[in-house]
């Protein structure tokens, strides 16, 4: 089968950083991605990561160690609109070059003044 | 703001009847994927079209099936809905050969 680990709820404070885990086991894998979702909203673009080692995009960096199966997304200087659901996927590619997402269940961020 | 459309926001139906959702972007993708996403749950890939054929499928059956026109846009069908049926659907475009997808704002669709 095919799953993606990460914890249901994570609160903190804002000016925190928070890290939100994810450890995947899929049949196939071609890179991890990391989504947000605020309430009613449309999942947006985070990060990516194909390769092993760390991404930096802002305030918000992604590791991925293949050999592990593991990723993380990390969250700095949180701000309130940083509340929302996290989303980690991992990127499949087969056939005719097309590639789909494979998505967690989501990881719920709660942050408080 | 992604640029991508889909409509209806919301819909009502009933077990048996069918429904067709809709996306659309004014940006010329030419992959558009469909996902469900249930409630407190991550989008569930359904398929993909490219080049207005269908270019890989999930693990839904065949009375979930889909379009793609020459301008992009893009059709979701459903066929003797169910009441698991409910849920956000959700279409993203890119995906070929690229790492991001965009993501339409989706349809909540309740089944009764």
């Known amino acids: 089968g095919q799953s993606l680990e990460q914890p249901s709820e994570v609160t903190a404070v804002e000016g925190a950083i928070v890290q939100i885990n994810c450890t995947y086991q899929?049949?196939?894998?071609?890179?991890l991605s990391w989504y947000q979702q605020h309430d009613g909203g449309a999942p947006t673009f985070l990060s990516y990561?194909?390769?092993?080692g760390l991404e930096e995009t802002g305030r918000f960096s992604s590791f991925l160690s293949r050999s592990d199966s593991y990723g993380y997304l990390l969250l700095q200087e949180l701000q309130m609109k940083d509340s929302a659901s996290y989303f980690c996927?991992?990127?499949?590619?087969?056939?005719?070059?097309?590639?789909?997402?494979?998505f967690g269940a989501g990881t719920r961020l709660a942050v408080h003044p | 703001e992604t640029g991508v459309t889909q409509s209806p926001t919301h819909l009502i139906k009933t077990r048996g009847q069918q429904v067709t959702l809709r996306c659309s972007s004014q940006?010329?993708?030419?992959?558009v994927s469909w996902y469900q996403q249930a409630l407190g749950q991550g989008p569930q890939f359904i398929f993909q079209?490219?080049?207005?054929?269908?270019?890989g499928r999930g693990n839904f059956p065949p009375r979930f099936s889909g379009l793609q026109f020459p301008n992009y846009s893009s059709e979701l069908n459903v066929n003797a809905l169910e009441l698991d049926d409910s849920a956000l659907y959700l279409c993203?475009?890119?995906?070929?050969?690229?790492?991001?997808?965009?993501f339409g704002p989706g349809t909540r669709l309740t089944v009764l």
């Open positions: 996927a991992v990127r499949d590619l087969y056939g005719r070059g097309y590639n789909k997402l494979i």
């Open positions: 940006s010329g993708h030419n992959t």
């Open positions: 993203a475009l890119g995906g070929q050969g690229n790492n991001e997808q965009f």
């Open positions: 899929t049949s196939g894998f071609y890179g």
């Open positions: 990561n194909g390769l092993d």
């Open positions: 079209y490219y080049r207005e054929e269908e270019n």
